[in-house]
């Protein structure tokens, strides 16, 4: 039985950081009901690309869910909402701070009936503070939380970062661990939590290496001065003659001297330290630049030197590593369309197969017995929840 099982979570969030998060709870075995406005339901449903008329994004971040439309500010519907507030174990919101409040259904509100409920509020700035209310979207996390502005191009400008870290790595897991360890305590103490998450402040953690130095040391790097941000001809990007990029992070001396020995570079520039930083990494630019991408790759075949060839998204996903694991293996079908399940950080023995289950449409969910949408850790039965939702939107992210 997936560990989550016989745990309803109610998912007021859009777009990604919140659905993602309570998708990992579904494969775990958590019944998500999805809380959506009516007639456009989360905004990602009208996301490109499309399959017979519905988001591939979509389906691959709602799987496995219920949907279930409600107007929240219509009196009627939050009757009909109500039960479920009192039966659920988690709530999971995305809204501008404030916002859930107004509409009744702050932690205070729903703790009162509800003392057990772990509710979890993701936003931007966090609760509280001059930027609470501001408007944001993953790069402006990245770049007012200073990771943007520590790596930068041989123009001095930051490059766009190829992945959604604040997003997902400063929301989405955030999120799903700390509902975890809330549901622990729960089972310990009985008492429920409220989860109050920035995704800026968790960026912060990245920096860990250069936090140390700046707030301990009080020596902050400028630009590409750090020693995974271009301070280091240990950890580069390298071109070769083909215009290919090799990714080369020898970082210890074992490995740092093994890839000196086959690139041949001189004995006195391997020392590599901080003064002769500069003079070293133009030295290797000059000798990888002379040889193409698969030359370097068989000369480093079988060597320990940490170094990678730079791969398109296509070519990686093929690789046999992944056919290996079966990473992408699994599949589901949407609109008569096979596409493929989102890897998830979920152990394979976790998993439900509930949660194979196509994106739900909108507002399919119809209401009934409450063992239709799930049994939780409450014992009492929820009404008939029926549909459509306008609620006052967040913060995008």
Not at 380 to 388: K, N, T, V, Y
Request: glycine share 10%.
């Amino acid at each position: 039985m997936p560990p989550l099982t016989n745990l309803l979570v109610l998912d007021f969030s859009t777009l990604l950081p919140g659905p993602l998060a309570s998708l990992m709870l579904a494969e775990a075995g958590a019944t998500i009901v999805k809380i959506e406005r009516p007639g456009t339901g989360d905004e990602m449903r009208s996301y490109q690309p499309r399959l017979a008329g519905s988001s591939i994004n979509f389906h691959m971040l709602n799987r496995g869910k219920q949907s279930l439309t409600l107007n929240l500010k219509d009196s009627e519907d939050r009757a009909r909402l109500d039960p479920l507030l009192e039966k659920a174990d988690i709530i999971l919101e995305q809204f501008r701070p404030g916002v859930m409040s107004r509409l009744g259904l702050g932690f205070e509100d729903i703790v009162a009936k509800n003392p057990g409920i772990i509710y979890c509020s993701l936003t931007g700035w966090g609760q509280s503070g001059p930027k609470a209310g501001k408007a944001s979207h993953d790069l402006n996390f990245m770049a007012e939380s200073g990771l943007l502005g520590s790596s930068v191009g041989t123009d001095g400008k930051p490059g766009l970062p190829p992945v959604l870290a604040a997003d997902i790595a400063g929301g989405t897991y955030p999120a799903v661990i700390n509902i975890l360890l809330a549901l622990m305590r729960r089972q310990r103490t009985g008492e429920g939590a409220y989860l109050d998450l920035s995704m800026a402040d968790s960026l912060y953690t990245f920096a860990y290496e250069t936090l140390g130095e700046g707030l301990g040391l009080a020596k902050w790097p400028e630009g590409k001065g750090g020693l995974t941000t271009g301070g280091t001809p240990r950890y580069q990007i390298y071109r070769t003659s083909d215009d290919r990029f090799i990714a080369a992070a020898p970082l210890e001396q074992q490995f740092w001297l093994n890839f000196c020995r086959i690139i041949g570079l001189p004995d006195e520039l391997r020392d590599a330290d901080q003064a002769q930083a500069e003079t070293t990494t133009n030295a290797i630019e000059s000798l990888i630049v002379l040889r193409t991408a698969s030359e370097w790759m068989a000369a480093f075949e079988g060597e320990d030197v940490c170094c990678s060839l730079i791969e398109d998204l296509q070519t990686a996903v093929s690789h046999p590593q992944n056919k290996h694991t079966g990473l992408f293996d699994r599949t589901l079908t949407a609109d008569g369309v096979n596409i493929p399940v989102l890897p998830l950080p979920i152990a394979p023995v976790f998993r439900s197969k509930d949660a194979m289950r196509p994106a739900p449409a909108l507002g399919s969910y119809e209401g009934g017995d409450a063992d239709a949408i799930g049994p939780s850790h409450h014992s009492h039965p929820a009404d008939d929840p029926r549909h459509s939702l306008k609620a006052e939107r967040g913060m995008p992210t």
